[in-house]
């Protein structure tokens, strides 16, 4: 069983910056993707950003330009660095690994951006 924890969420003005860490509580071979997901009250989950094993990155339109993924050294933590922050970014974010049998989802942060 492997748990995932993130921080670095809380409360931001409009056109301010948050740094999202994800950790997996060991380090697991065989990873295929880790990423960030967010989801809005009312809403559903979507995809905000993906890294792969070999650091290939994808985000969602709406990230592309303001947020950054990237992984740790140690492989088993992912980071989102958030710019330029909008009302409409406010969401639970939650962190996903994704391996061969399977994907494990951490229990999420919190980011509230007010105008």
């Known amino acids: 069983q492997v748990q995932l924890v993130e921080s670095g969420g809380g409360l931001v003005q409009a056109g301010g910056s948050l740094r999202l860490s994800c950790v997996a509580s060991?380090?697991?071979?065989?990873?295929?993707?880790m990423g960030w997901y967010r989801q809005a009250p009312g809403k559903e989950r979507e995809l905000v950003a993906t890294?792969?094993?070999?650091?290939?990155?994808n985000y969602a339109d709406s990230a592309k330009g303001r947020f950054t993924i990237s992984r740790g050294n140690a492989k088993n933590t992912v980071y989102l660095q958030m710019n330029s922050l909008k009302p409409e970014d406010t969401a639970v974010y939650y962190c996903?690994?994704?391996?061969?049998?399977?994907?494990?989802w951490g229990q999420g942060t919190q980011v509230t951006v007010s105008s």
């Open positions: 890294i792969t094993s070999a650091d290939s990155t």
């Open positions: 060991r380090v697991i071979s065989g990873i295929n993707a």
């Open positions: 996903r690994l994704l391996i061969p049998t399977g994907a494990y």
